[in-house]
């Protein structure tokens, strides 16, 4: 059961996380100097066996459990928040200075379109990879075109949402991977967006432990068989390969 929500605009922070106790710290502090009246965190774990409950119990933020996996989780901390606006952000990505009130201004502009112009329900950040090298800058500036030229974003960008259109819309599907695509999608048809052009920046450990080519060649493998109509399971089996829930 969730808890009685806020009556102003008070934006909840939703983190899942299994075992992140690499980066869980450095994500957390970046919280220190926000005003806690206006926002809240709430960190998610889906069966962490690392020092990640260790660390978050270090910081001014609520943990709680659930079922391990990325939907399962942003779900149950979606139902535990108190906000009227909902942010999904990874374990290892860093919102830049001012969020919240980037946020704020950019649900309260309006975005027009062929029917006329009104107010944006929902948003995402544009992307920078912590990674050095050209290689990084030409994947960061992909990930951004793409996402505001087909309004489809992922995990990795900060999603935000009010609260009454992601219950709507029947919040994000439970699925073991492209969950975030998925909701996307469901929200574009229902609802105008509002991309933020500061960057939020995201771990680039993957392309650098596995390789640039092999990685972005895999991300348009996955996305394509998405696309195509093939199950989230398999293409979760292709991403995970030793079923690991959340990376």
Request: glycine share 6%; aromatic share 8%; hydrophobic share 40%.
């Given at each position: 059961?969730?808890?009685?929500?806020?009556?102003?605009?008070?934006?909840?922070?939703?983190?899942?996380?299994?075992?992140?106790?690499?980066?869980?710290?450095?994500?957390?502090?970046?919280?220190?100097?926000?005003?806690?009246?206006?926002?809240?965190?709430?960190?998610?774990?889906?069966?962490?066996?690392?020092?990640?409950?260790?660390?978050?119990?270090?910081?001014?933020?609520?943990?709680?459990?659930?079922?391990?996996?990325?939907?399962?989780?942003?779900?149950?901390?979606?139902?535990?928040?108190?906000?009227?606006?909902?942010?999904?952000?990874?374990?290892?990505?860093?919102?830049?200075?001012?969020?919240?009130?980037?946020?704020?201004?950019?649900?309260?502009?309006?975005?027009?379109?062929?029917?006329?112009?009104?107010?944006?329900?929902?948003?995402?950040?544009?992307?920078?990879?912590?990674?050095?090298?050209?290689?990084?800058?030409?994947?960061?500036?992909?990930?951004?075109?793409?996402?505001?030229?087909?309004?489809?974003?992922?995990?990795?960008?900060?999603?935000?949402?009010?609260?009454?259109?992601?219950?709507?819309?029947?919040r994000f599907p439970e699925l073991p991977l492209m969950e975030d695509v998925a909701l996307s999608k469901t929200l574009?048809?229902?609802?105008?967006?509002?991309?933020?052009?500061?960057?939020?920046?995201?771990?680039?450990?993957?392309?650098?432990?596995?390789?640039?080519?092999?990685?972005?060649?895999?991300?348009?493998?996955?996305?394509?068989?998405?696309?195509?109509?093939?199950?989230?399971?398999?293409?979760?089996?292709?991403?995970?390969?030793?079923?690991?829930?959340?990376?």
């Amino acid at each position: 059961m969730g808890r009685e929500k806020s009556d102003g605009q008070r934006l909840s922070i939703i983190i899942p996380v299994l075992n992140e106790e690499r980066s869980l710290a450095r994500i957390l502090s970046a919280f220190e100097s926000w005003e806690r009246t206006t926002s809240e965190i709430i960190v998610v774990d889906g069966g962490s066996t690392d020092r990640t409950l260790d660390i978050a119990g270090d910081y001014p933020c609520t943990v709680i459990s659930a079922a391990k996996g990325r939907a399962s989780q942003m779900n149950a901390g979606a139902n535990y928040a108190t906000g009227e606006i909902l942010l999904f952000l990874h374990a290892d990505t860093t919102l830049p200075a001012a969020a919240a009130q980037l946020i704020e201004e950019a649900l309260h502009k309006e975005v027009g379109d062929s029917k006329g112009f009104k107010r944006a329900d929902w948003g995402w950040f544009d992307v920078r990879l912590d990674g050095d090298g050209f290689a990084f800058r030409v994947i960061e500036w992909f990930m951004t075109v793409r996402a505001r030229l087909t309004r489809v974003c992922t995990g990795d960008q900060a999603l935000f949402v009010r609260r009454n259109l992601f219950e709507a819309v029947g919040r994000f599907p439970e699925l073991p991977l492209m969950e975030d695509v998925a909701l996307s999608k469901t929200l574009h048809r229902a609802a105008r967006a509002r991309p933020i052009a500061k960057r939020v920046t995201t771990s680039s450990r993957r392309w650098q432990t596995q390789g640039v080519v092999r990685t972005v060649l895999l991300m348009w493998e996955l996305r394509l068989r998405y696309f195509l109509g093939e199950s989230p399971q398999a293409l979760h089996k292709r991403y995970y390969p030793e079923r690991r829930a959340v990376e």
